[in-house]
């Protein structure tokens, strides 16, 4: 890909366009140059590598250029044109028509966080690999569908790199759910902390980075049901924690299902929940998770895998939840409190006394955990809430399993 660098001054670029016959009105028009404060034209990017963004059809778009290494503090690292009737950021990959070729033979296409990033991954191994990037912005559902429309992502996998740090892998975790629009087959590639693909290329060379897109690649599902895990570390040491772990992840996993898939499991199940636990919380087999299991898309079962190695629990207990919690979004509102608190897994009204580990089984599927100063800073419960707070009013048990 070619690029310029654009000298320190402040007219180098228009001075060049005037000399090729080019007035003002377009070139302002362009995005290459802006009014100053003093309303005179002034160079849009100035002392920076330009790269050139082109449309699905080749024609040029827009420019993004990079700071100089060197630049002061506060300058943007990346400036993209502004928007014009040609150029919308959010509409296009950077690279993407350059990595057509590739694609066409079988690269895998890879997003990256910047145009650099994806040039060196290009770079890096050019027959197995094809960067784009976003244009300075989080990934869109528009830019997501002109990547389907350069490759058939019903047979390819589209691979995430982005750096290793906190913006890096929440950038990752956000790519989930716009990717999942056009494909349900993406891994990602969490880059050590602090380094991306250009510097890797830069400091490492070609096989290096080339490796680490190889080898260090996994399923985007997983990276992103370990995220919602974590949110539980600090309750997962208790058995109501991993219980209601579960079901939040269950929760979460059910929510990105294709709403056919959401259907097939409904009818599966009747519409009826699924028991999971027995009075000691052993797992209880159900019959319909076969059935429920063989119309998962694969990323589904990725996750529910993970989830059931993290909390040391069964699959099959897992599939049963995420029924559960499809069951739970279909259903209209139950029963008042006059006929008692409603257990949906056997759908008989539950007495107060007698708290025991059924209880804990009856659980219904929790928020997130809250953060230990917002519990502290929870208004006083009115007797009705103190009431109801008893289900998990529940000392800490641990979870025995049968296998």
């Known amino acids: 890909m070619a690029h310029r660098l654009r000298p320190a001054t402040w007219t180098a670029l228009i001075s060049h366009l005037r000399s090729l016959g080019y007035d003002d009105a377009v070139i302002e028009a362009a995005g290459l140059a802006r009014r100053s404060s003093r309303g005179t034209l002034i160079d849009q990017f100035r002392d920076r590598v330009i790269l050139a963004i082109r449309g699905e059809h080749g024609t040029i778009a827009g420019f993004i250029g990079r700071a100089h290494p060197a630049a002061r ?37 890879v997003l990256t966080e910047g145009p650099f990033d994806a040039i060196a991954v290009t770079a890096a191994d050019p027959v197995r690999y094809a960067g784009s990037a976003p244009c300075g912005t989080a990934l869109t559902s528009r830019q997501a569908a002109a990547l389907s429309r350069a490759v058939d992502l019903s047979r390819a996998r589209v691979l995430v790199a982005l750096d290793g740090d906190g913006p890096g892998r929440d950038a990752v975790i956000k790519a989930h759910g716009v990717l999942l629009s056009v494909t349900r087959n993406a891994s990602a590639v969490i880059l050590p902390a602090g380094r991306d693909p250009a510097e890797i290329l830069q400091a490492d060379g070609p096989a290096v980075l080339s490796n680490l897109l190889h080898h260090r690649a996994e399923p985007l599902a997983r990276i992103v049901i370990d995220a919602h895990l974590d949110r539980w570390a600090g309750q997962l040491k208790h058995a109501e924690g991993q219980l209601n772990a579960m079901r939040s992840a269950a929760a979460f996993i059910a929510s990105a299902l294709p709403p056919e898939t ?96 059924s209880r804990l089984a009856a659980v219904g599927f929790p928020a997130p955990p809250s953060p230990p100063q917002a519990r502290r800073q929870a208004s006083t419960p009115t007797p009705r809430e103190r009431s109801s707070r008893r289900w998990t009013a529940i000392p800490p048990l641990t979870i025995r399993r049968t296998r």
């Open 262 to 357: 959401s259907r097939q499991i409904l009818q599966i199940t009747g519409g009826d929940y699924l028991k999971t636990l027995d009075e000691s919380l052993h797992p209880i087999a159900s019959p319909e998770v076969p059935a429920m299991a063989q119309t998962l898309p694969p990323d589904a079962i990725c996750q529910i895998m993970r989830v059931a190695d993290r909390l040391s629990s069964d699959c099959s207990e897992v599939t049963a939840e995420v029924a559960n919690a499809i069951t739970k979004s279909a259903e209209r509102p139950k029963r008042g409190a006059s006929h008692g608190l409603f257990d949906g897994r056997n759908r008989s009204a539950l007495a107060f006394d007698g708290v025991g580990p």
């Open 73 to 109: 503090d506060g300058v943007p690292k990346y400036l993209n044109s502004p928007e014009t009737a040609a150029f919308t950021k959010g509409d296009l990959l950077f690279g993407l028509h350059e990595a057509r070729g590739p694609l066409a033979s079988g690269a895998v296409p």
